[in-house]
């Protein structure tokens, strides 16, 4: 089925706006319509629904929106994900073909800023082993190893369970000393990433949900750098972190 | 350290302190030391369970530093744990690897609901939290039939007699619980109970009701017990998760109501996180006295309230406190004072692994900076 341009942006518009506004039913609807016309769903995911979540995250940095907002934001985004999705032309070339192994750390049970983070990544094509809450720290090691995977991210709330960060990145660093580490949570800041040698985390997170909302922004603006074989070949130590910043 | 520290602490929190008087420092919050743990010989997992273990770890930091308030309990699961929930403890044969017990099962937890089969991976996880959000609206709290004797409370009392007989003349004891909309989400999916703030706040406002309840119940055993002061931790409801609106009509209700029936001793509200939006809000919390973190521009919220004891606001994990050196924890101690704060406190739970001579260089700090000048 043929569409014009102008139908086209309409689609769009009406995704984004649906996540902005989590309309779960206007994104549902949004996303049957642009598997009707054929659209391409990458761009459907991206310039759609991605779009509608940097707004998010521009109304969550200006204190428009808290917490509550964002995840019924994320539920709208997913409701368009999970129709999306299957119907993305995994092209050479064109997806980012990344692993990336997450979880929040033993002793800590808060997972909505790492759910967050995970759908960020699934948005971009990721394949993303989630080890949920609570995860043993030889967990985190035991998966990197298992997939392979280009990144490790993991999440604490507390001041009491970040602690057990330091602990990974050392065993992770052992068995792979160019491992890409990402570490977040309310207590996180580059400060501590740093001194505990990973690679990154928000500017100054105030908490985890913040730096997963300005990946969105950051993984649509470099498009072009994730349409490579391995992303991490293009993608310096962390170079997302640093676009972030920018 | 002063040899009245108790009355200090008493005087400040009843708002009485006056010009020239000591400041004191102490907190309402977990305040225990890896290395009064390690004198004492115990190990980590024990310290939550066995009275007289946490007695004796929540006046260590009082015995070895003078730090001028002893605080049980450690972990944030006793009130959630006399609830249903299922808390973990963990032993590690590394005593340098701390981990506080935590809820591994909610009352209500998606964990435990399956959805039917044969759906794809996505549709399961809706129809697990539809379920979940079922769950919600439908459950209804019970009270426990004997609260004193229920989970570990019976610990926490008993340790708090153990206290207030053996350093309760020099130091003030104190207790503390979550606030009713924190400890909901101890209890129930945070997650959906957020969500359900925004979409259906009548439904939380019927189990938050309950929760102050509850809640009335254990500070008043607490403090039959014998804490000197309770604290009342409302971190869930912080300006970094709830708008401000939200936290006015939905959390403030129960915070007055939890202040409006526990008395006979002072009572502190803390709030983490982001609080400059609701300090005004807070103060009409009808607490006595309000704990604040370092993301508190404290010097603003002096202004604002200038006649409200204002507890705060160091920062007690990672640089300067427990990675940096004794001068910087000298330095930030002096801050915290010309800031307005009416007693040193630490914004959160002081981290176990802080160093010795950073303890001391708080403490040495006090003696040179603790001097109220405002009256």
Not at chain 2, 149 to 157: A, E, K, M, Q
Not at chain 2, 290 to 302: G, K, P, Y
Not at chain 2, 310 to 317: D, E, I, M, S, T
Request: charged content about 25%; some cysteine.
């Amino acid at each position: 089925m043929a569409t014009t341009p102008e139908q086209q942006a309409d689609i769009l518009e009406r995704l984004k706006n649906g996540v902005i506004e989590y309309d779960e039913d206007s994104v549902v609807k949004a996303a049957q319509e642009a598997l009707g016309v054929e659209m391409d769903a990458y761009k459907a995911v991206m310039d759609g629904l991605a779009a509608g979540m940097d707004v998010v995250g521009v109304y969550f940095a200006s204190g428009e929106y808290f917490v509550p907002e964002v995840l019924m934001c994320a539920d709208a985004l997913y409701a368009g994900l999970n129709l999306l999705r299957p119907h993305i032309k995994m092209e050479p070339g064109k997806m980012v073909k990344g692993t990336v192994v997450i979880g929040t750390v033993e002793g800590d049970i808060h997972d909505i800023g790492k759910n967050l983070v995970k759908m960020m990544f699934e948005v971009a094509g990721f394949t993303v082993h989630d080890l949920g809450r609570d995860v043993p720290l030889d967990q985190f090691v035991d998966k990197y190893m298992e997939t392979d995977a280009d990144i490790v991210c993991m999440s604490a709330m507390m001041t009491t369970t970040m602690i057990g960060m330091p602990v990974v990145i050392e065993k992770v660093r052992a068995k792979n000393p160019n491992a890409r580490i990402m570490i977040g949570g309310a207590p996180i800041n580059e400060d501590i990433a740093q001194k505990w040698g990973a690679d990154g985390t928000g500017k100054d997170a105030p908490n985890a949900l913040q730096e997963a909302l300005n990946m969105i922004g950051v993984l649509r603006e470099l498009g072009d750098q994730f349409k490579t074989e391995r992303v991490q070949k293009e993608w310096g130590a962390d170079g997302l972190l640093d676009a972030a910043k920018a | 350290m002063y040899n009245n520290s108790k009355d200090t602490i008493m005087k400040v929190l009843r708002g009485e302190a006056a010009r020239g008087d000591p400041v004191p420092n102490f907190s309402g919050m977990g305040s225990i030391t890896l290395h009064g743990i390690q004198q004492l010989g115990y190990r980590f997992n024990e310290i939550h369970v066995d009275a007289r273990k946490m007695a004796a770890a929540a006046a260590s930091t009082y015995r070895l530093f003078g730090f001028e308030s002893a605080i049980v309990p450690f972990d944030m699961g006793v009130v959630a744990e006399s609830l249903g929930a299922t808390v973990k403890y963990y032993d590690k044969a590394d005593l340098g690897q701390i981990i506080y017990p935590t809820m591994t099962r909610k009352v209500i937890d998606r964990a435990v609901v399956s959805a039917p089969e044969g759906l794809s991976e996505a549709d399961a996880k809706t129809a697990v939290m539809k379920e979940v959000e079922r769950q919600i609206e439908e459950y209804e709290f019970r009270m426990p039939p004997d609260v004193a004797n229920t989970g570990r409370i019976p610990v926490v009392l008993e340790a708090l007699r153990i206290l207030k007989r053996e350093v309760g003349d020099a130091v003030a004891i104190g207790s503390w619980t979550l606030g009713p909309f924190t400890e909901l989400g101890q209890v129930m999916d945070l997650e959906i109970l957020l969500k359900m703030s925004a979409k259906k706040p009548d439904v939380v406002k019927r189990h938050l009701s309950f929760m102050v309840d509850y809640l009335d119940k254990v500070l008043n055993l607490y403090i039959e017990a014998g804490a000197d002061f309770v604290t009342v931790r409302e971190m869930g409801a912080t300006s970094s998760i709830l708008s401000p609106r939200m936290f006015k009509s939905l959390v403030l209700p129960a915070l007055q109501d939890v202040f409006g029936r526990v008395k006979g001793v002072p009572r502190v509200l803390h709030i983490c996180g982001d609080t400059n939006p609701i300090v005004e809000l807070m103060a009409q919390s009808g607490a006595d006295a309000l704990s604040v973190d370092q993301m508190n521009r404290l010097s603003e919220t002096r202004a604002k309230l200038p006649n409200v004891v204002l507890l705060g606001n160091y920062k007690p994990f990672g640089a300067p406190f427990c990675e940096g050196t004794p001068e910087e924890v000298d330095a930030m101690i002096k801050a915290s004072i010309e800031q307005g704060a009416d007693g040193v406190w630490p914004g959160c739970d002081i981290w176990p692994v802080v160093p010795v001579e950073n303890m001391q260089a708080m403490m040495d700090a006090m003696k040179k900076y603790g001097v109220r000048v405002e009256s």
